[in-house]
């Protein structure tokens, strides 16, 4: 058995590896899609899920859904809907759009858009203070709190971690996903 959760570890570092090494490439003219770079970083969302471990309100039983939710705009489109046919650890993923923070009860990761920049700092704290694992791409979205933010770097997707927020939050980083983080911060929520 111990071989086996290695196997599988191995292929999940592998994937995490080929698809942050092989990022996407933009068209031959202008900037990449929009689109794709939506379908990439729900890509990086569903496999952060492998390398986080959650405590606390939530981890819930095993017939209970992983509700990945979207606060604010959704730039994703239909990108995170393919989620929706897999799982996480055996509970189906449900992808919310949420409008509130009283809407985060049964949320274990909050992608929070950059429409919710000005009210930032409020929905940080309230979601670490759920065991939320909270991930964005606006700027500097990490170094102010964020758990994950997702990065566009030239024709590629990097992301950075905020280690002092994961821990706020009650969530445990795997060392193979902080060793593939373009930038660690140690400064959580204030």
Known sequence: MAYRQQMAALRLVTG??????AGFRPPAFGNPSPAREYEIKA???????????W????????DDPF?????????????????EKRSI??????VQRVRSLESLKSCQLLFIASSEEPGLPAIL???HSRNILTVGDMERFA????????????????????VESAKQAGLT???KLLSLARAIHREGVR
């Open 67 to 83: 509700v990945i939710a979207v606060l604010g705009e959704n730039p994703f489109g239909d990108a995170l809907t393919v989620l």
């Open 125 to 127: 704290r309230a979601a």
């Open 43 to 53: 890509a990086f969302l569903y496999n952060f899920t492998k390398f986080v471990s």
């Open 89 to 94: 650890d055996g509970r189906p993923i449900v």
């Open 55 to 62: 405590g606390g309100p939530a981890t819930r039983g095993a």
């Open 16 to 21: 995490l590896v080929l698809l942050i090494t």
């Open 143 to 162: 170094s102010r709190g964020g758990i994950i933010e997702l990065v566009l770097q030239g024709d590629r997707i990097a992301f950075e971690i905020n």
């Open 173 to 175: 980083i795997s060392s």
